[in-house]
């Protein structure tokens, strides 16, 4: 069974800094695009960032120049580095990704539990 497991998120005050990290685990034959998006309760959920299999990164306007996503293609790994935390960005943060389960398989899309992120003095 294939899962993606969040973890890094808490409290911080503003200013301060958080890494996310989410793993990839389970049998599969190729793990793509991957993103992050957030969620507060009572709204839609908002894409975040996305970083494709070759490493090429996109951003949201709100996080640009804050946030980095990265990945670590040995680990299934994706990461989103977040400096210069606002209120603003308190949600809950959730890890998606495209996996192909085996060689003859199509994409498929996963997501994360979601680990929550505040940002409070």
């Known amino acids: 069974q294939v899962q993606l497991v969040e973890s890094g998120g808490g409290l911080v005050q503003p200013g301060g800094s958080l890494r996310l990290s989410c793993a990839a685990s389970g049998s599969f034959f190729s793990v793509g695009t991957m993103r992050w998006y957030r969620q507060v309760p009572g709204k839609q959920r908002e894409w975040v960032a996305t970083?494709?299999?070759?490493?090429?990164?996109t951003y949201a306007d709100s996080v640009k120049g804050r946030f980095t996503i990265s990945r670590d293609n040995a680990k299934n790994t994706v990461y989103l580095q977040m400096l210069s935390l606002k209120p603003e960005d308190t949600a809950v943060y959730y890890c998606?990704?495209?996996?192909?389960?085996?060689?003859?398989?199509?994409?498929?899309?996963?997501w994360g539990q979601g680990t929550q992120v505040t940002v409070s003095s």
């Open positions: 970083i494709t299999s070759a490493s090429s990164t």
């Open positions: 998606n990704a495209l996996l192909v389960r085996t060689r003859y398989s199509t994409v498929e899309d996963y």
